[in-house]
């Protein structure tokens, strides 16, 4: 699998660090309730099918993406930084 | 034993009555019942966790108006794909008690089903390779004796003496020893199945394959019954027991799961002669090993470590797992890798499974069993069949709770990496 770094160009899978869904740029307002943090922190949608997906390019130049990915074909449509990722 | 026991199921009088009449007396090992239009029980999910929970809903709790809807064939799933691995070397509360009782669950099973699972306590050898590691592992063997269990502090020349393949000269990760866990082993995947299948058939359940699950229906907070593929099917309780897909059956009520699917693989090489004798795993080097009865050496090794759907693996993951067996066990060299395969697990952010009700009545969750599902099988069955026959959680399933990451109560954090989704 490669992922396709926008300031490095497509690298090999190893050099990225996963961190999971890419719900973490989702986070709730500090005051939030418990239901919401759960579903921050732990609960997912887990569907089969395209996942945005926080990635690091640990082993290049540092950046973290969010890598839209096929979880069922590994195929991978577009990644982008996540400073200019509009969520 | 009966005489209809001897003569129908399976016993060495009844193997060599059929032996010398051209085996012509078997029969299939389960039915092939179309779905009633109402069950007391509704199991989704006929693998190894599935069957086992019917097993023991007619046997332990004498209800046996129980359907198993499985959409392809029983044991086709992550039963029929992992490396057969049985033990209960936890140190984890919770975790601990309970896979000493699934042990204990094992070693009486094919006595329970009459079924030749191919259980076999060859033994576990975990190596280490550190002072600090052999601490840690000699403070898991007390831990392990203590609850019951069986552990040996194997030394550096205790190891050799019943691993001599192993490089032992080797200056990167040398062997200091060796926690022996003499009543862990293997059991032969499939009979598993199909020996809970038979025992749950013969006492009445239905076994329905290639019915798949479309949809969950809801009333008022409560199940009424499930839509599949061969029509509507009521029921008052509905077990969700189909791990590697339980975000998506969950998903048909409603809930999201604290779940997230991965990718593990695993490798066989060609069929060799008796070689290893234990199943090994190496402390440091992620890397587990055991030979099947039929000679191929199985192994794997980390998850691929990204949600993947995709039943197989990618390279980097196949390449570290060889690259540890060439380090520990040179020999492996010599084999051919037949083939690999890579199996959808459940994995839940603190590691460790979930066996609970859920905030739907009659709706019950049996999941997150991340790479360790196997060895569960019977316990994971035995506990949910409690779970569902009486509404309270068996004792030793108590702590596997769906509310604790949300409480933060009794998270049980399986490898003290925290509860995170990406560290598990």
Redesign the interface.
């Known amino acids: 699998?490669r992922l396709p770094c926008p300031i490095c160009g497509e690298r090999?899978?190893?050099e990225f660090y996963?961190?999971?869904?890419a719900v973490a740029l989702n986070r709730p307002a500090p005051d939030a309730d418990?239901?919401e943090?759960?579903?921050y922190?732990?609960?997912?949608?887990?569907?089969?099918g395209d996942?945005d997906?926080l990635w690091s390019h640990d082993a290049g130049c540092g950046a973290w993406l969010v890598v839209t990915?096929n979880?069922?074909?590994?195929a991978v449509s577009g990644a982008k930084l996540v400073s200019e990722a509009a969520r | 034993m009966g005489f209809d026991r001897l003569t129908k199921g399976f016993s060495g009088l009844r193997v060599l009555k059929e032996g010398l009449t051209g085996n012509k007396g078997w029969t299939p090992h389960w039915r092939d019942p179309a779905p009633k239009p109402e069950y007391d029980i509704i199991i989704i999910g006929g693998g190894g966790h599935g069957l086992a929970t019917a097993h023991y809903l007619a046997s332990q709790h004498g209800i046996t108006n129980v359907a198993v809807l499985e959409k392809g064939y029983l044991g086709g799933g992550n039963v029929g794909r992992n490396t057969t691995i049985v033990r209960a070397n936890y140190m984890l509360p919770g975790n601990s008690e309970f896979y000493s009782h699934s042990l204990k669950l094992w070693e009486g099973l094919e006595e329970d089903l009459n079924y030749n699972v191919m259980h076999s306590q060859r033994g576990i050898i975990n190596l280490f390779h550190s002072d600090g590691q052999r601490d840690a592992y000699a403070r898991r063997g007390n831990q392990m004796i203590a609850q019951g269990d069986d552990a040996i502090l194997l030394d550096r020349a205790g190891v050799q003496k019943e691993l001599p393949y192993l490089d032992f000269d080797q200056t990167r990760f040398p062997i200091y020893g060796g926690l022996y866990h003499k009543r862990g082993g293997t059991a032969r995947h499939d009979a598993v199945a199909w020996g809970f299948a038979r025992s749950a058939d013969s006492r009445g359940v239905d076994l329905i394959q290639q019915c798949e699950v479309t949809g969950i229906d809801i009333e008022n907070g409560a199940v009424r019954g499930v839509q599949t593929t061969r029509g509507a099917i009521r029921a008052k309780k509905i077990g969700i027991v189909v791990a590697g897909r339980s975000?998506?059956v969950a998903?048909m009520a409603g809930m999201?799961?604290?779940?997230?699917?991965h990718i593990l693989q695993a490798f066989v090489t060609e069929g060799l002669k008796p070689c290893i004798d234990h199943v090994v795993t190496y402390g440091s080097g992620h890397f587990y090993i055991s030979q099947s009865d039929k000679g191929g050496l199985v192994f794997g090794g980390d998850l691929d470590?990204?949600?993947?759907?995709?039943s197989r693996g990618?390279l980097?993951t196949a390449e570290h797992v060889v690259e540890a067996a060439m380090t520990l066990m040179p020999m492996i060299g010599k084999a051919r890798m037949l083939r690999s395969w890579g199996g959808i697990m459940d994995m839940s952010?603190d590691g460790s499974p979930v066996i609970d009700r859920t905030h739907i009545d009659g709706l019950y969750v049996n999941c997150g069993w991340c790479y360790g599902g196997f060895k569960a099988t019977p316990g994971s069955g035995h506990t949910f069949a409690h779970l569902l026959a009486t509404d309270a959680p068996h004792p030793v399933a108590a702590r596997h709770r769906l509310d604790r990451?949300?409480?933060g109560r009794g998270i049980l954090d399986e490898e003290a990496t925290g509860?995170?989704?990406?560290l598990h």
């Open positions: 699998m090999d899978r190893r996963y961190q999971g869904a418990a239901a943090w759960e579903d922190v732990h609960l997912r949608d887990n569907q089969p996942l997906e990915r979880t069922v074909t590994h | 975000s998506q998903a999201r799961l604290p779940i997230e699917s470590m990204y949600s993947s759907y995709a990618n980097p952010p990451f949300r409480t509860s995170q989704h990406n």
